[in-house]
Nanobody, 118 residues
């Protein structure tokens, strides 16, 4: 059974920083991708950043240069460092594990709220 638990959200002023954490328990598999998604109020959930099992990161265009995704395998934790936050960064941030092999599956955390005030 895979479980993901996010933490680190909160209220921050525009221009500030936050670091989100996602602790993963259970088997991630050998080939997978870990993702951070954001759901703004009244909007659909969107992919913000991802990192593969090989360590390759990818970012949505609007966060490139400001957000950094990383992983600490010893702690089974994936991070999202968010700098220079803007009010449009407000939303619930969800951690997701997309497991490719062995055994495909998608697993989500419960989300953590980030509010960026102007």
């Amino acid at each position: 059974q895979v479980q993901l638990v996010e933490s680190g959200g909160g209220l921050v002023q525009a221009g500030g920083s936050l670091r989100l954490s996602c602790v993963v328990s259970g088997s991630t598999g050998s080939k997978y991708r870990q993702e951070w998604h954001r759901q703004a109020p009244g909007q659909r959930r969107e992919l913000v950043a991802s990192i593969t099992s090989g360590g390759s990161p990818d970012y949505e265009d609007s966060v490139k240069g400001r957000f950094t995704i990383s992983r600490d395998d010893a702690k089974n934790t994936v991070y999202l460092q968010m700098n220079a936050l803007k009010p449009d960064g407000t939303g619930i941030y969800y951690c997701k594990l997309h497991r490719v092999w062995p055994g495909r599956g998608d697993y989500w955390g419960q989300g953590t709220q980030v509010t960026v005030s102007s």
